[in-house]
């Protein structure tokens, strides 16, 4: 088997070199300086996005990535989840369709497209070809260049936010659907309580039969 030495004198495998994910998924916070730097709140559970990086989030963490100029941003959710992607030029569409397909999204999902200011140039990530890639899975795309550098993507639980630090009063806020689970939730609770009440009658009605065959 092929090994290289790396900067560290390390045996490397050639194999570990090439299976090594381009993508690298992000579950590490923000730090309480970078939350005030961003006007987040302390206490927001609020997931770092890095460039080369994606989080997948099915509660109500707060995705967010910043620095975004040739890079593009890419949000896909549906009633139940919600990615975020900082992809470079090094990134190609496959990389991401691989991840993203293994999520099996529904068919009502949308995919949000957040080129950045520069992004398109050559050697960028080629947001054309993915476009066109979920459009031929039948999901809505929606495409919102960031119109300056300093481009940042705040995904929320029903919003995502488009802008640049350089003028807030430029962000764009998109809604996102709202999630399927608290749908099902409300339905089994009305349903339930229904049920309940339905039995409840039969118990008072038997019993009044009963009570008037006695006499």
Do not use: W
Not at 100 to 114: C, E, G, Q
């Amino acid at each position: 088997m092929d090994k290289f030495i790396n900067n560290n004198n390390n045996q490397v495998k050639s194999d570990y070199i090439i299976t090594k994910p381009k993508l690298i998924e992000n579950k590490m916070q923000l730090t309480d300086t970078q939350k005030i730097k961003f006007g987040f709140d302390l206490n927001d559970s609020v997931i770092d996005v890095v460039q080369d990086g994606y989080s997948i989030c099915y509660g109500k963490d707060i995705l967010y990535t910043y620095g975004i100029e040739p890079c593009c941003g890419l949000v896909l959710c549906d009633e139940n989840v919600r990615i975020l992607f900082h992809l470079d030029g090094s990134i190609s569409p496959k990389d991401v369709l691989d991840i993203t397909d293994r999520i099996k999204l529904s068919p009502n999902a949308i995919v949000i497209v957040i080129p950045g200011a520069s992004c398109g140039m050559p050697g960028s990530f080629n947001y054309k070809q993915i476009e066109e890639d979920y459009k031929k899975r039948g999901y809505e795309v929606i495409t919102q260049r960031i119109p300056a550098t300093f481009g940042f993507v705040k995904l929320d639980s029903d919003k995502v936010t488009i802008g640049t630090g350089i003028d807030r009063s430029l962000d764009v806020v998109l809604p996102i659907p709202k999630r399927k689970i608290q749908v099902q939730s409300s339905e089994l609770n009305g349903g339930t309580l229904q049920k309940l009440t339905d039995f409840k009658n039969e118990l008072l009605n038997s019993n009044n039969y009963i009570s008037g065959k006695r006499r």
